[in-house]
């Protein structure tokens, strides 16, 4: 079944090229933050992460999480929050009935809270690795506990607690996926490395094709087109360097066999020019 698929660029943090890429250049880039609305013609509105929101700058107000925003700056702006950006196409909070959420990176929830209604998904093994970290224990993993809803636990579906199916060649070599909606619309599979149970979804927009939301599994799509892993400072702090480089591997081998698939990465600077101009995938 196809579905429709909006990215939204939610803002950006600033971090040198060098560390995102091997070989990359000593220069200060833009990582903008991409979020997905997902329109499902039978289950309705969802969302695949929800980017930067003004409440980041909330939640690193005070130590030890204001290095947070030291460390990597953040630029964001009221109107870039996915909120705010899917009032002004009609879309009130409320009609979003699930968010799925790749991993806890504060980049990736920062909108989570605007959405007090939404169902939510994620892999277990994402939750628990951040489930009661604060302070210095949280910021390891780049979490920030003040963007959690208070209710999260309770309104989450965790989808590894079902069981997997096969997928077909095409995708060689990710081999399951979950399936939550039973009709192949939206398939979830486990991307662990960048973050402890971070999760892509593989769906098929209605006019763009076949697309795979990778999250942070590459920070670019020059990263899986030639197999690049990041600066080794960056590999330090991944959660699981072997897995990471199994999955970039696994995107480049992916690439490689389907040409035809969009793999969007969530900060990559491809992807981010999608969401400009007249192409804009219905911005």
């Known amino acids: ?44 509105l969802f ?21 947070y925003a030291k460390i990597t700056p953040v630029v964001t702006r009221p109107e870039q929050s996915v909120k705010a950006q899917l009032e002004e196409r009609g879309i009130q909070v409320e009609h979003i009935k699930g968010i799925f959420l790749s991993h806890f990176h504060a980049d990736h929830i920062g909108g989570l809270r605007d959405f007090p209604d939404s169902h939510l998904y994620c892999l277990s093994s994402a939750y628990e690795h951040v489930r009661g970290k604060f302070g210095l224990r949280a910021l390891r993993e780049g979490f920030l506990p003040d963007l959690m809803p208070h209710d999260f636990a309770e309104r989450t579906t965790f989808i590894d607690r079902s069981m997997p199916i096969p997928l077909s060649k095409a995708h060689e070599p990710f081999t399951e996926a979950y399936d939550y909606f039973g009709d192949g619309s939206i398939l979830l599979v486990e991307l662990n490395g960048h ?58 081998q992916l ?19 999608m969401t400009q101009g007249a192409f804009a995938w219905r911005l």
Not at 15 to 28: A, D, T, V, Y
Not at 218 to 247: C, V
């Open 195 to 252: 973050a402890t149970g971070q999760m892509g979804l593989f769906l098929r927009d209605q006019d763009q094709g076949d697309v795979f939301l990778c999250a942070d599994a590459a920070w670019s799509s020059e990263a899986y087109r030639n197999n690049l892993l990041p600066h080794p400072i960056a590999q330090l702090i991944m959660a699981d360097g072997t897995s990471y480089k199994e999955n970039l591997t696994r995107l480049h």
């Open 47 to 67: 969302l695949f992460d929800t980017g930067y929101s003004p409440r980041f700058f909330e939640a690193t107000r005070s130590l030890p999480y204001a290095l």
């Open 255 to 273: 690439s490689a066999h389907w040409p035809s698939l969009k793999i969007l990465p969530t900060h990559c600077p491809e992807v981010w020019q």
């Open 1 to 44: 079944m196809n579905v429709r698929l909006t990215l939204f660029d939610t803002g950006f943090c600033r971090q040198w090229e060098m560390f995102s890429i091997k070989g990359g250049r000593l220069r200060n880039i833009a990582f903008h933050a991409i979020a997905g609305l997902i329109e499902h013609p039978v289950h309705g």
